[in-house]
């Protein structure tokens, strides 16, 4: 009688554990989830971000690409902040580019120390994205938050589900529409290239085949990317304003100055030049729909059953 007292209590224990990690994917976010239990997270945040921004602007843009990274792969689940032998962050579209690991790193110390085992790292870059975007020109808004933390990596979804710089835009509009985003959504958050750098290797192809794309502009991009040699050389993704968040993204589309290939798709006598004409002389606009679709887009919680957990060390589970 006592062994199956036993076993049934090992049983619904292990019930109630998958219960909580299957039921993590549906819980409900909002901005005021750790108003008790942690309320100096959002002062922690923005000072580190401040100080990371201020030490060198292009952070808030590696922050933004690592919160983008990350929910497109089984939702915002921190499972970018991994680390090891099949992490996402060994994936095709973020070895050796994505960066800012540290920074998230530095954060969540700061907040352990304040809150132990409280606030998961998703929730962490949640809020450093938004307060990088705002550190920089950008606007702010309030972050849902009640993330949890993968405990896995997947780094097959990582090579599947992100877009790259050679996208067309009909793949861009299908694989924001894997996630439920509209392609409102994906153009005003392509609107993200207003900030930050890329790598000679990401758009060669461009600068030297392409013919949808300004002549001056393209010779510019010629002198620090050779044909051949020199792929980790950066150029700005905004040529006009590369560190301040802002609509002259979408202005250098209209110009012909889009520096990816799936940059100037949005502007090359598609579904999506109306609304690009829109941003660049809106730049309300696209804020305000910039920002319905960062929530949108943080949102997307992992798959049911994804075990889950708040990390203590970003890098890897408990």
């Not at 619904?12 to 976010?29: K, M, P, R, S, T």
């Not at 030490?55 to 921190?78: K, Q, T, W």
Request: charged fraction near 15%; include cysteine; glycine fraction near 8%.
């Amino acid at each position: 009688m006592a062994a199956f007292t036993t076993r049934w209590t090992t049983l619904i224990a292990l019930a109630v554990v998958l219960a909580i990690l299957g039921g993590a994917a549906e819980a409900q976010l909002s901005p005021n989830f750790y108003a008790k239990s942690c309320p100096n997270l959002a002062t922690i945040v923005r000072q580190r971000m401040a100080a990371a921004v201020q030490r060198e602007p292009r952070m808030a843009a590696s922050i933004l690409r690592l919160f983008f990274h990350d929910c497109f792969v089984n939702g915002c689940d921190g499972s970018l902040l991994l680390d090891g032998t099949n992490s996402e962050k060994a994936a095709g579209p973020n070895a050796n580019s994505a960066r800012g690991f540290e920074v998230i790193d530095a954060i969540k110390m700061q907040v352990e120390a304040s809150c132990r085992a409280t606030v998961s790292c998703a929730d962490i870059l949640a809020l450093a994205t938004r307060d990088g975007v705002n550190l920089v020109g950008g606007p702010t808004w309030s972050v849902p938050l009640g993330r949890r933390d993968s405990r896995a990596a997947f780094q097959s979804l990582a090579n599947a589900n992100l877009p790259g710089p050679g996208s067309s835009l009909a793949t861009l509009i299908r694989m924001f529409g894997n996630q439920g985003l509209s392609a409102r959504d994906m153009t005003a958050l392509s609107g993200a290239h207003t900030i930050g750098r890329s790598q000679c290797q990401f758009f060669r192809s461009r600068i030297y085949t392409e013919t949808n794309i300004n002549g001056t502009f393209a010779t510019r991009r010629q002198q620090t990317c050779p044909r051949s040699g020199g792929d980790t050389n950066l150029a700005p993704l905004d040529v006009t304003t590369a560190d301040a968040f802002d609509n002259a993204y979408y202005k250098n589309l209209v110009q012909q100055r889009g520096l990816f290939h799936s940059d100037q798709e949005l502007f090359n006598g598609g579904s999506q030049d109306t609304l690009v004409r829109q941003y660049s002389t809106n730049p309300g606009q696209f804020n305000a729909d910039f920002i319905a679709a960062m929530i949108k887009m943080g949102n997307l919680k992992p798959a049911t059953g994804t075990a889950t957990e708040i990390r203590l060390n970003c890098r890897k589970p408990n």
